[in-house]
């Protein structure tokens, strides 16, 4: 059957469908999985991938969107795996966290299962989910002085966790002898494997009541229409090349900026993405696999064509250029556990070449790091515990309105876990919780504002490690909008507050009952020229407090005052 026979309401239906099962995918494993960064923060992803390619098919749309891409590099990595071992069977489940082989880093463990029908694969399903703790040198994974990824994680090449729907019990001891919270880590492989079962249950159903064939062709028709969807959105841009550069504060070993390069070029209905120019492999961990630069590319586009689908057809018209040797291309051993530090520069430098060509289609930097904070050490009665979460920051302004305040960073659809679950599973008091005034790029569109946390520790001791960015290079406003405040952390110790060397990164911080650490996060670039905000606007800024007064006569002047009255 091919895709012309397919008629556009039953391809329709059929695309809703089998986004529904990815969907319920998702919930199936936040409702299950124990530790709140997958359970409360949604860091987790479902979906159908190609039996030949690993392309992805369907992507839920409650995973994060950088998993599109990475994942069909998983897949394509347990194709290869089943291949070399010629035995692939109905009900076999692999399971692997080895980031240069699926990208992203060692947290993020990955299931995939192949799906038969009629004694013939028809697709592959998969989950990914961020393990609270996978072993390493620091409890949560987020290592800021790794040289090398044995010191981030624990490895796992892809390896047969059931075989024949039988679990390999010996597969599941190494990996629950392998992390500091094996309750936690056990929670979250059975929400996996749940979902997976789920999975199969959802596609057994669809084909029962379509049939293979139909289904398959569908599949097929999807990926050529995000094809011609993406080479239709870039036909309307004009031809050139346009370029933009933007910086990493250091890779917490050496204090050296790392400068992230693009040149974005248009050519009809294709796209070059070029990163020559961007630094080389580092020593620390803000390298990342090329699995994952494809794929953080992937997520740029998507945020700029908002319509495109999930689906790997979109990808076919764009080239993606990286150097060998280049910090964006690393290969194994090298530490890549701040990977989300990289892409989202990625994202920035992109947008920012992309606001040369098409204005009107970007936002400003987002507030650019996840501000990988964790805090761990033992209660009284001697149970580990272990407290990672990430942190929110601004959104950038747009040509439509001023940037989101307080958001989650732009890789994904993650939620920031509440303060309420952080304090009730762990033995900490937030102290503040609240926006962060004058952190916002100034702009006709400003950008959103930052954040201000304050930690208190409650238990008698504990190690807190950041792991950080935009210390030192503000996230930047576009088409004249300015940049947005930079990052700032601080901890206590002895009564006095003290910051980083490396201004964003750090490990070994000892903390003792009612010390603090505190983080004021970056808010969102600019969009447009200052001078053109409405002073009614500016005025509202200040009432609200999102802006002080003389931080708003500084950079807007002193007319707004008059609007104010």
Not at 119 to 135: E, R, T
Not at 336 to 348: A, F, Q, S, W
Not at 451 to 475: D, H, K, S, T, V
Request: hydrophobic residues 40%.
């Amino acid at each position: 059957m091919t895709e012309q026979t397919i008629d556009p309401i039953t391809l329709a239906v059929l695309a809703g469908r089998m986004e529904q099962i990815a969907d319920e995918m998702d919930a199936t494993l936040f409702r299950a999985a124990f530790n709140p960064i997958i359970a409360e923060a949604h860091d987790a992803s479902h979906g159908l991938y190609d039996a030949v390619t690993g392309d992805t098919l369907v992507q839920g749309k409650s995973g994060l969107p950088i998993f599109v891409g990475v994942m069909s590099f998983a897949v394509k990595a347990v194709i290869e795996k089943a291949a070399a071992d010629g035995d692939l069977a109905d009900g076999d489940i692999y399971i692997f966290n080895d980031a240069h082989l699926g990208g992203t880093h060692l947290s993020d463990m990955r299931l995939v299962r192949p799906y038969f029908r009629d004694g013939q694969l028809f697709c592959y399903l998969a989950s990914v989910g961020h393990w609270h703790d996978v072993g390493g040198a620091v409890p949560g994974n987020y290592n800021p002085a790794a040289t090398e990824a044995f010191q981030e994680a624990f490895i796992l090449p892809p390896v047969r966790i059931a075989r024949g729907s039988v679990l390999q019990q010996d597969i599941i001891d190494i990996l629950m002898r392998n992390t500091r919270l094996p309750q936690s880590a056990m929670g979250d492989l059975n929400g996996q494997l749940g979902a997976l079962d789920l999975g199969v249950k959802r596609l057994d159903e669809l084909l029962d009541e379509y049939g293979a064939k139909t289904v398959s062709a569908a599949l097929t028709a999807l990926g050529h229409r995000a094809e011609a969807l993406m080479r239709s959105e870039l036909s309307a841009l004009p031809d050139g090349r346009w370029e933009a550069v933007d910086y990493l504060d250091n890779d917490g070993i050496t204090d050296t900026a790392l400068p992230i390069k693009v040149a974005l070029e248009v050519k009809g209905d294709r796209m070059v993405l070029d990163f020559t120019g961007t630094a080389p492999v580092t020593a620390g961990p803000v390298n990342i696999a090329l699995p994952t630069s494809v794929a953080c590319c992937y997520v740029a586009i998507k945020h700029i064509f908002p319509d495109l689908p999930a689906n790997a057809g979109v990808m076919r018209p764009i080239e993606v250029k990286v150097p060998d040797g280049s910090l964006l291309s690393a290969g194994f051993p090298a530490p890549v556990g701040g990977y989300t530090e990289t892409i989202l520069r990625m994202i920035d430098v992109i947008f920012a070449a992309a606001s040369k060509a098409a204005p009107e289609k970007v936002v400003a930097n987002a507030y650019g790091t996840i501000n990988a904070l964790s805090i761990a050490g033992k209660r009284a009665n001697g149970q580990r515990w272990v407290m990672f979460s990430f942190y929110g920051g601004g959104h950038g302004g747009s040509r439509e309105s001023d940037g989101l305040n307080h958001g989650n960073a732009p890789i994904s659809t993650a939620t920031i876990p509440p303060m309420e679950i952080l304090e009730a599973a762990y033995p900490v008091m937030f102290r503040q919780w609240a926006l962060r005034p004058d952190s916002a790029g100034a702009g006709t569109h400003r950008g959103g504002l930052g954040a201000i946390y304050e930690i208190e520790l409650l238990e008698q001791e504990a190690e807190a490690f950041l792991f950080g960015e935009r210390g030192r290079f503000a996230p930047q406003g576009v088409c004249g909008g300015e940049g947005a405040a930079m990052n700032v952390f601080e901890y206590e110790e002895g009564g006095n507050w003290h910051r980083p060397a490396m201004t964003s990164k750090m490990r070994g911080i000892k903390l003792h009952k009612g010390e603090r650490v505190r983080l004021m996060t970056p808010g969102g670039g600019g969009y447009g020229p200052a001078a053109d905000r409405d002073p009614a606007a500016i005025a509202r800024d200040v009432a609200q407090g999102y802006v002080t007064g003389p931080a708003a006569d500084i950079t807007y002047g002193t007319d707004w005052q008059e609007a104010g009255q």
